[in-house]
């Protein structure tokens, strides 16, 4: 049995679960609100994080949780009915104040948990790929992580795991877990290469076009870094425009490391995280096997 196996396999049962509430309120017509960031929340996002804030609560009191949302405000009499409804749906008993649950971090610990209750808000609302990432530190140091990816095009529905020293895994059930690892491409220019579809810059075009790759991927979420890890495709180029988010990196950084692959910023280093950001040196990082990380990082010192 390993260390973090309560941890992780709480976080399995979270994210399943909370990917029931998200597809059923698909479903559902509701609005989509803008918020300070211009970043999109729908009533679905505060849904699966006060059910995954719920539960980590509840199993482990003492630990502190760093979460995406907290506009309280949208918790409005006929949002917090439609809410309930969904967890009547599916069974969820035992929440009682929302309003006080979505907001909930935990004392202050050594022990975090990192939650985005839906990655890829503008793909969830168009019926696009979407994630829900939940991640385990010590101290900031990521431990464990779960991303939960739904069905989509009547593809099954993916659960990824990774654990400190344990590997990187994925299943189809949420109960065998299958092995996974990077690919072994080591040719920077018949590399397969995704990048994000809503939040890219100029520079992914301009490393595209020196690195002389011609398969690109365009798609939402921390997807992305599941299909690095499970090695369909070779790299993750991800330039980033705006303060970096430790809930969007940390589950997919751990991911593709037990994977046997490398993310770091464009200088080679690794991601540091404090607080609630992802502390990076450069303007961006990518996610890849080692043969090919050595390569781009050759590449961008003629580049930046
Ligand atoms: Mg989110």
């Not at 609560?57 to 979460?67: T, V, Y």
């Not at 450069?282 to 010192?301: P, Q, V, Y």
Request: aromatic letters at 10%; glycine letters at 4%; a neutral charge.
């Amino acid at each position: 049995m390993h260390k973090f196996n309560d941890e992780v396999s709480l976080a399995i049962n979270l994210a399943k679960k909370a990917l029931d509430i998200t597809e059923y309120l698909k479903t559902k017509n509701f609005d989509s609100y803008q918020k300070t960031d211009n970043t999109p929340v729908t009533i679905a996002d505060l849904a699966s994080q006060i059910y995954i804030i719920s539960r980590i609560k509840k199993n482990f009191p003492e630990d502190q949780i760093i979460a995406e949302e907290s506009n309280i405000q949208l918790l409005t009499p006929q949002t917090i009915s439609l809410i309930k409804k969904s967890y009547d749906s599916l069974d969820i008993k035992e929440i009682v104040n929302l309003r006080e649950t979505l907001i909930y971090r935990g004392p202050n610990s050594n022990r975090q948990w990192t939650i985005d209750p839906i990655d890829g808000t503008i793909g969830y609302k168009k019926g696009l790929v979407y994630a829900i990432g939940i991640g385990f530190m010590e101290n900031y140091i990521p431990k464990a992580s779960v991303i939960a990816v739904p069905s989509i095009h009547n593809q099954k529905s993916i659960i990824y795991k990774a654990i400190d020293k344990g590997g990187a895994w994925r299943s189809e059930d949420g109960e065998s877990f299958k092995k996974i690892n990077v690919s072994n491409q080591k040719k920077l220019n018949q590399a397969i290469l995704c990048h994000s579809l809503h939040y890219d810059s100029p520079l992914s075009d301009k490393f595209i076009e020196m690195a002389q790759i011609k398969n690109t991927i365009a798609m939402d979420s921390m997807v992305k870094f599941c299909k690095v890890a499970e090695g369909m495709y070779d790299i993750y180029f991800r330039p980033l425009t705006t303060n970096p988010k430790i809930w969007d990196f940390c589950p997919g950084d751990l991911l593709v490391r037990e994977a046997g692959g490398k993310v770091t910023d464009f200088y080679g280093n690794n991601f540091q995280y404090k607080h609630d950001e992802l502390v990076i040196a450069s303007s961006g990082f990518f996610a890849s096997n080692k043969d090919l990380n050595t390569e781009i990082l050759k590449l961008l010192e003629k580049i930046l």
